[in-house]
Nanobody
Framework: QVQLVESGGGLVQAGGSLGLSCAAS????????MGWYRQAPGKQREFVAT???????NYADSVKGRFTISGDGAKSTVYLQMDSLKPEDTAVYYC????????????WGQGTQVTVSS
């Protein structure tokens, strides 16, 4: 099993910046990929960004050029730096850890609120 603990988030004005972090414990060495999804009120959860254990990032088009994902393998931690935030970035952000074995296993954090005011 993998446990994820998120930190960061909060309230910021449009154009501002926030940072999120997510630390994995349990069996972090078995994780192949970590990242972030988000869910706005009344909407489905959507992909934001992920990074592989090899350090390859992947971003949703809506955040490219504004968000930066990075990882610290030694600490089994993933970070999301969010710049030029927009009101439409307001959502609960969930950390995800993915382990590929016999299939894909997803592990989720508890979620952290990000609110961007206009």
């Amino acid at each position: 099993q993998v446990q994820l603990v998120e930190s960061g988030g909060g309230l910021v004005q449009a154009g501002g910046s926030l940072g999120l972090s997510c630390a994995a414990s349990g069996r972090p060495s078995s994780i192949n990929e970590m990242g972030w999804y988000r869910q706005a009120p009344g909407k489905q959860r959507e992909f934001v960004a992920t990074i592989t254990s090899g350090g390859s990032p992947n971003y949703a088009d809506s955040v490219k050029g504004r968000f930066t994902i990075s990882g610290d393998g030694a600490k089994s931690t993933v970070y999301l730096q969010m710049d030029s935030l927009k009101p439409e970035d307001t959502a609960v952000y969930y950390c995800i850890a993915v382990r590929y074995g016999s299939g894909r296993n997803n592990y989720w954090g508890q979620g952290t609120q990000v609110t961007v005011s206009s």
